[in-house]
């Protein structure tokens, strides 16, 4: 079964999206996300440009050789371009044999280790009050575990905080990315963060009790110091984890962390090899796997890393923010539902229009995902209603100190 056709395209239902359509030599199909959140033109060129005349004829059951194919042989490997640019194919091929074999991915890859997937939702507000209506909010909707994010007294704009108060309860689309030629500037002070985070953790816990599962992100705004200090410090409030407290790519600087708090660590989102966890699961400085199959190479690099981390006792936490595309969401539940050491899957719902552009075969229920047993991944592309939907220019914000210093978004 050779690979006939390759299509890259590029939709915007609310977001941005690249999507790679592969198609066969008798007619299956096969879908794989490309997404890069304010790059994404950079990827569909890339496959466009450097991978596609590289698949066609090439045969689509030799997913494994497909992937060292693309990777080893352009010499330049890593970084999110070309591993995002590799996601896609791998996905479309794992798509293409689920199809051939009617069976949904996860039996192709051990068959179900679960009934469903723990997920958590995005709960945000201005105010302690907003926040608890969201929190609220969220548990109405049926989420089990709770991401809390709050505006900081000091800081105009926050990372994680939706635009709109949180009291009616009903679902968003939090997009940072702003439709636009230049990025939006938000404002950071730390010393103000690590004073009012450990007030919010307090308030919530007294109003929703100890048994909610609540996160953490600190977006990797904090110095190794800093963020031992409040991992300490949120420690009564039992958090599920601690996620991005440093920049990863400081791996020494885990292990301060590591030396001063027990609050579990979750990093990784940013990442696109095993060679980025290398250090941090076999040093075991982290609890929980960020990463996205999107970003991380597809299915078969994301199974090959929680192997890996499975010999430290370290669970998934993959990334699923609503700049993975049903597609790359797709392919993360298949891969949490068959592995043994899952932990946790992050979920914002989509917009209509994304639900409209990508049919799924997913099912949230009772705070747990289930991504179906529709053959292969489960997701189909309507290509009419994507082209109904045209490319927009956006970029993520960026951040500076009050004296006018860039940092980390």
Known sequence: MKIAAAEVIVTSPSRNFVTLKLTTDDGVTGLGDA??????????TYLSEHVVPLLIERDAHRIEDTWQYLY???YWRRGPVTMAAIAAVDMALWDIKGKVAALPLYQLIGGASRAGLLAYGHAS???????????????ERGYRAIRVQTAVPGINALYGVA????ASGERYDYEPAGRGARPVEEDWDTRAYLRHVPK??????????PELPLLHDAHHRLRPIEAA???KELEPYDLFWLEDCTPGENQQGLRLVRQHTTTPLAIGEVFNTVYDFQTLITEQLIDYVRAAATHFGGVTPLRK????AATYQIRSGFHGPTDVSPVGLAAQLHVGLAIHNFGIQEYMEHSQATNSVF???MSFEDGHLHPGDAPGLGVELDEAAAAGHPYEPAYLPVSRLKDGTMHDW
């Open 125 to 139: 507000g201005t105010t302690l009050e907003s926040l608890a209506e969201s929190v609220q909010a969220h548990l």
């Open 200 to 209: 919010v953790f307090e308030h919530v816990r007294r109003q929703f009790g």
């Open 305 to 308: 890393v929680m192997d890996f």
């Open 35 to 44: 997404t890069l959140n304010g790059r994404e033109l950079a990827v569909a």
């Open 229 to 231: 200090r409040l991992g």
């Open 72 to 74: 080893r042989g352009a």
């Open 163 to 166: 635009a709109q108060a949180q």
């Open 359 to 361: 049919r799924q075969s």
